[in-house]
């Protein structure tokens, strides 16, 4: 399984990115997806996760309605919606596979791994 994250970029505060996740794998479909987030000096952080179903978490501290996650099984690929970003944003998005088709919040339940797309949002 390869994961390809893009969709990283410069922004300022209250402006809106969308990151993609583009899976190999003729089973991609089942796979469950998350998105984790790592800033400078931190640990890994979850962020959003959709599974196998469509079913979708989200952190339940800094995330506040304002990212969306989804997926276009056609595509093979997932999307992180972010809107109304602020500087605590900034950090290195990751998406993450889960060959069981969960949407767990735990890093370990996820067995590959993306190699990160930077966002950095200005104030």
């Known amino acids: 399984v390869q994961l390809q994250a893009s969709g990283g970029g410069l922004v300022q505060a209250g402006g809106s990115l969308r990151l993609s996740c583009a899976a190999s794998?003729?089973?991609?479909?089942?796979?469950?997806m998350g998105w984790f987030r790592q800033a400078p000096g931190k640990e890994r952080e979850f962020v959003a996760a959709?599974?196998?179903?469509?079913?979708?978490?989200y952190d339940k501290n800094f995330v506040k309605g304002r990212f969306t996650i989804s997926r276009d099984n056609t595509k093979n690929m997932v999307y992180l919606q972010m809107n109304s970003l602020n500087p605590e944003d900034t950090a290195v998005y990751y998406c993450?596979?889960?060959?069981?088709?969960?949407?767990?919040?735990?890093?370990?339940?996820?067995?590959?791994w993306g190699q990160g797309t930077l966002v950095t949002v200005s104030s």
């Open positions: 993450a596979a889960d060959l069981h088709g969960g949407s767990s919040y735990r890093p370990q339940s996820y067995e590959y």
């Open positions: 959709i599974s196998r179903y469509g079913g979708s978490t």
């Open positions: 794998g003729r089973t991609s479909s089942n796979y469950g």
